[in-house]
């Protein structure tokens, strides 16, 4: 199988293998009898997070308020999730495609990249074989259907695996390229939001061929470099490197949770925003980042966020520093009579290795207290659990845990929530 050429010395061969509906096809391999239903997941949230095809059939949507389903779709099964055993089921995943490959990248918690060139040698069998095999491995070994795709570049690997679903297996090759760039509508494009898709369609550009087809130098004078980046994969050019690393660092961390029903009561409002500042301050601790600004955001029931920031006089990871001033910025976002359904916590602005400078009047002595508390609570609680010491705030918050596992509450960092 010859792919679409690219000018790296030896031509690239990436897989982009995605699972299939993957939170419902979790639980219906855990529970047989779920086979061919229409399943939903997301009742702890009030609102659908992932749906099977037979679901989606029925006109069930992602976002789709869970109360609308029961009474619109009666015949859909409609469960909690399960994200502990979403994220056991992706380590095995990426375990079995870590059998064969050079490096895999684990995009989100249900697909990843890996880059195969030349290994239809090592294994003495074709690209098309080896994945075949993979997929078969994951439908034996854990009852998972994936698509993949197969190309030269990991956009149009991205596309590849989109094209057929589910449990597709689809090759990008130079005679049949345009074909399918042909087909596919630039806000289809991965990389490509809505409001450059607007803009693209606007100067004639509908298609990924017809952006593939511009030349360089437009590219450069009307769009930033992530699209040149895409434009060169479009066209076949090895551009975006297959990230094998696991994240070890971050620009800012955001910890959200949805719940349901929607509410105003601000005192439980602010219990939620109280957990989420000692989750992602746990975090922070955890890859050695001290912030020094951070958002409090609700999310109305009309999906309207409203958000305020506030910059700590020091930067600092302890919660109770970031409680109290968040606490005071709360009045802001919130309105009497405004259902809430989702509240958050940004932190921005981080350093790494952050060191405390001391001042004259010993401002910093509170910082510095609580910096030697924390360690030891994190220490604690690697050896006995989550939540062994926790904030007043917070357990109004907790107390609120439903069905379902929270995604906070795993150590993997689920890049697609």
């Not at 308020?65 to 992706?90: A, M």
């Not at 030349?118 to 069998?125: A, E, F, V």
């Not at 034996?140 to 690997?157: H, M, Q, R």
Request: glycine share 6%.
């Amino acid at each position: 199988m010859r792919l679409m050429s690219t000018k790296a010395p030896k031509e690239k061969v990436i897989f982009h293998i995605d699972a299939d509906a993957f939170f419902v096809g979790v639980e219906v391999a855990k529970n047989p009898k779920l086979k061919g239903l229409p399943v939903v997941t997301g009742e702890e949230r009030g609102i659908v997070s992932a749906l099977s095809y037979e679901a989606k059939a029925l006109g069930v949507v992602r976002g789709m308020p869970i109360s609308r389903v029961k009474r619109e779709f009666p015949h859909v099964i409609v469960l909690p999730g399960d994200y502990r055993s979403y994220v056991e089921y992706s380590e095995r995943m990426f375990e079995i495609v870590n059998r064969y490959a050079y490096g895999v990248e684990e995009y989100s918690i249900d697909e990843c990249f890996a880059d195969f060139t030349g290994l239809d040698r090592t294994l003495k069998k074709s690209y098309r074989e080896i994945a075949e095999q993979i997929k078969k491995e994951i439908n034996d070994e854990l009852e998972l259907s994936v698509s993949i795709g197969l190309a030269s570049t990991k956009v149009l690997a991205k596309i590849a695996s989109n094209w057929v679903k589910p449990n597709g297996l689809t090759i990008i090759e130079v005679s049949t390229a345009p074909e399918f760039l042909a087909k596919v509508p630039v806000n289809k494009i991965w990389g490509i939001g809505p409001k450059t898709s607007e803009q693209l369609v606007m100067r004639g550009v509908k298609t990924a061929l017809d952006f593939s087809a511009k030349d360089i130098s437009w590219v450069r004078q009307n769009f930033s470099k992530p699209y040149e980046a895409i434009w060169h994969e479009l066209n076949g050019v090895f551009v975006n490197k297959i990230d094998s690393e696991l994240k070890t660092t971050y620009l800012s961390i955001q910890k959200t949770r949805t719940f349901h029903p929607a509410t105003n009561d601000k005192t439980f409002l602010w219990s939620q925003i109280s957990k989420h500042i000692e989750d992602a301050c746990a975090k922070a601790r955890h890859y050695n980042l001290v912030p020094k600004k951070i958002s409090i955001f609700l999310k109305t029931q009309d999906f309207e966020i409203v958000t305020v920031s506030a910059t700590l006089s020091a930067p600092s990871n302890s919660p109770e520093i970031l409680a109290e001033l968040a606490h005071e910025k709360l009045d802001k976002i919130h309105t009497k009579g405004i259902l809430y359904r989702t509240a958050g916590v940004v932190l921005q602005d981080l350093l790494h290795n952050y060191t405390s400078q001391k001042d004259l009047f010993g401002g910093t002595n509170k910082a510095d207290k609580l910096d030697i508390i924390h360690k030891q609570i994190d220490a604690l609680e690697d050896k006995l659990g989550k939540r062994v010491v926790y904030l007043a705030s917070t357990k109004k918050a907790l107390d609120h845990k439903t069905i379902g596992t929270e995604a906070d509450e795993l150590d993997r960092d689920l890049l697609f929530l």
